[in-house]
Structure formats: C-alpha cells, structure tokens
C-alpha cells in the first residue's frame, strides 16, 4: 500500500533554456511544485524530493513544504541534460518502501483510487506509439538500438505523469537499460529530435513491467478528458499548457486558496 509521494527535480535541464522545467519563469514552476506538494501532504504520510545542490535551493527559496530531501542528483551532471527523465529513474531506483512518484506539474485534487494505490504499478494512462513523438524514433531504433530486452515493435507505451511502485524488482534494470539507450542515443547521428526520454522512461517501463508481469493500475486507459479529469480530482499540465497564462493565474490563484487554509 502507497504512502509516500515522491518527486525528483534534477537542475540541469534548465541551465541551456529560456524556460524553467517547461514553465515560462522560475515562480510559475514554484507555484505548480507548491500545489502539487500541498495536495499531495493531504493524501501521503511523506512527502520526499530527490533533487542537486540547486534544485535544493530553489525549494528553500520559494518555502515548498517537503518532508524530506534527498541532494544527489549532481552526481549524474556527466548525462547530456536533454536526457532529462534520468532524475525521475535514479529517484525510483533509490526507494525501499512503496511510493508514487509525481511530476511537478500533477495535482492530485483528489485522494488516488484504491487500485493505484495497491496494484503492483499505476501510472496515468497508456500511449499509443502511433503519436507522432514515438514514431521518429521508434523507426530508427528498431533498425539501429543494440538493446535486446525491448522490442521496439511494440505498440504501446505508458504516461508516467504519475507512477506507482509497491513490487521493486523491475527498477534496477529500467536504470540499466535507460543508461544503455542514452549511451545509444547519444552516439547515433540518426536522431534529430530530443526526445530520448520517452522512450527510455515510458517505452521501456511499459515491456519490463509486462516481463515481469506485475499488475498495471491506470486513472483511464487511453486519454483523460476533462469529465474524467474532474472526477478523478486528477490534473496534468502537459507540454505547452504550463505556459499558458489563464492557467499560470489558475495555479497561482490556487495556491493562494491553499495557502490561506
């Protein structure tokens, strides 16, 4: 059973950016870390942050409450900071006890279901390839990648917006081939577009966690709509939608309601 929230924010990413993890200023990914760890304290006995050196002083900074850091994501500065995902891995990999890992644009407005809470595994949906930021890829390592333990014909991956861990077995190797395919990746000139984590984190997890046959809890199998979404109580800010400016004042405005709780 999950008790525990779990979040990695690893700096380096944002050093060669106009962009601040994907948020146009350093207080718009604040103000989404804050929600999202404020609601998270409502549903988890811990709240933990894996994070480096400055990601450790953003959250002093800006007074976001979690229970524990955890600073050692500057041993991997030697990872080209495209390859972003990497944090999120190496915090998994260092957990003993159950946990739900969320990403730092996930509000969990609702306590999680039963299910993503007890299953094996639980993520946020599954994704099929056939979208237009697997397909570049997916082509090129089925002719090139030396990776042997995944198929790259498979159709079929997993949003890790949030992922749920209570059997442990399957994140060592997911570590281990992610260092592979980045070590691939980073010697083929065949790829263009930097999208390497995808792959390393949603593609694989998705047929190490089949091989070794745990059980997969999803919120909805394909796609969230905003019915689901609100029933749910669960909430995504994907891709360019954390720079939206109705949705910047929306997360400040409640973070201030929180805040005044």
Same mark, same amino acid.
């Given at each position: 059973m999950i008790k525990k929230a779990l979040y990695s924010h690893w700096s380096k990413p944002n050093n060669n950016t106009d962009l601040y993890a994907g948020f146009n200023t350093e207080q718009d990914f604040a103000n989404s870390l804050h929600l999202s760890v404020l609601c998270?304290?409502?549903?988890? #006995?811990?709240? =933990?942050l894996v994070t480096d050196k400055e990601g450790k002083e953003f959250v002093d900074r800006h007074k976001i409450p979690f229970d524990n850091i955890i600073v050692c994501l500057d041993d991997y500065n030697h990872i080209r900071s495209k390859h972003w995902a990497i944090g999120k891995i190496v915090a998994c990999n260092m957990q003993k006890a159950p946990f739900m890992h969320i990403d730092n644009d996930v509000f969990l407005f609702k306590k999680p279901e039963k299910n993503l809470l007890e299953s094996d595994s639980s993520f946020q949906n599954?994704?099929?390839v056939e979208q237009y930021w697997y397909k570049d890829q997916l082509k090129i390592a089925k002719k090139e990648c030396p990776i042997k333990e995944i198929d790259y014909n498979v159709e079929m991956s997993l949003n890790c917006g949030i992922m749920g861990f209570n059997k442990f077995d399957v994140l060592? #190797?997911?570590? =281990?081939?992610?260092?592979?395919?980045?070590?691939?990746?980073?010697?083929?000139?065949?790829?263009?577009?930097?999208?390497?984590s995808i792959?390393?984190?949603q593609y694989h997890i998705f047929q190490l966690l089949k091989k070794y046959n745990y059980n997969i809890a999803v919120i909805e199998d394909f796609y969230i709509s905003p019915k689901i979404a609100k029933e749910k109580g669960y909430t995504h800010l994907i891709s360019a939608s954390k720079r939206r400016p109705d949705l910047e004042e929306k997360v400040e405005n409640r973070l201030a309601q929180e805040l005044a709780t």
């Open positions: 998270s304290k409502k549903w988890f #006995e811990e709240v =933990e599954y994704e099929r060592p #190797e997911w570590m =281990e081939l992610a260092l592979q395919y980045i070590d691939w990746f980073d010697n083929t000139e065949s790829i263009k577009k930097e999208l390497s792959m390393f984190e």
